[in-house]
C-alpha cells in the first residue's frame, strides 16, 4: 500500500492484529521513506461478494449507504446518535451479514439490522421494528382475542338485530 503522508510506492506492516470474533484484521503500517505510521482496517466487502436475492429471481447489490439512512431513520429520538453511530451500526450489520450467511434477502438484512440496534438503543430497535413491520407478527401473537384458526372473533353485536 502506497503512504498516505508522501505517496512512496510501499509500506510495511509493523504490527497487525486479527480481530477474535470477526472478520476482520487490524494492521500498522510504517513508510520506509519518511516514517509515518498509520492503521489500516481489512475486511469483506460484501457488496463484492454477495448478493441480496430478491423475489423472481431477481437480484441486488449490498448499499452500505441505503442501511445507514435506514438506521438512521430509527434514530428520530436522538439525532446526534442518527449523525454519529448509523455508519458504525451499519458496518456491524455489514459484518454480521459477511460472515453468517450464504445468500442474503432483504428480511435477513433487516432481522440482522433489528438485533444490532436492539443490542445497542432499545427504542431506536422498536422504531426501526415499526417502520419495517417485524414486530406485527409478535403482536397478532400476543393478543388472545384472535383464535389460532385465524377466523375473526365472534362479537356480540350484529348489525340485523
Ligand atoms: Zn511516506
Known amino acids: 500500500m502506497i503512504c498516505i503522508n508522501c505517496f512512496h510506492r510501499s509500506t510495511?506492516?509493523?504490527n497487525s492484529r486479527p480481530h477474535k470474533k470477526q472478520a476482520s484484521i487490524w494492521r500498522r503500517r510504517k513508510c520506509p521513506k519518511c516514517s509515518f505510521v498509520f492503521t489500516t482496517t481489512e475486511q469483506p466487502s460484501l457488496a463484492d461478494n454477495k448478493k441480496v436475492s430478491l423475489p423472481d429471481n431477481k437480484t441486488d447489490t449490498f448499499s452500505l449507504s441505503k442501511l445507514c439512512l435506514s438506521i438512521a431513520g430509527a434514530f428520530t429520538h436522538s439525532t446526534k446518535k442518527a449523525a454519529y453511530d448509523?455508519?458504525?451500526l451499519a458496518k456491524t450489520v455489514e459484518q454480521t451479514l459477511s460472515t453468517g450467511y450464504a445468500v442474503i434477502t432483504p428480511d435477513d438484512i433487516a432481522a440482522v439490522t433489528h438485533q444490532v440496534l436492539?443490542?445497542?438503543d432499545e427504542l431506536?430497535?422498536?422504531q426501526y421494528a415499526a417502520k419495517y413491520q417485524l414486530i406485527a407478527s409478535t403482536r397478532r401473537r400476543g393478543r388472545p382475542s384472535i383464535s389460532p384458526s385465524g377466523?375473526?372473533?365472534?362479537t356480540d353485536e350484529s348489525p340485523s338485530r
Open 12 to 14: 510495511s506492516v509493523i
Open 151 to 154: 377466523r375473526a372473533p365472534q
Open 86 to 88: 448509523s455508519l458504525w
Open 124 to 126: 431506536a430497535a422498536v
Open 118 to 120: 436492539k443490542n445497542y
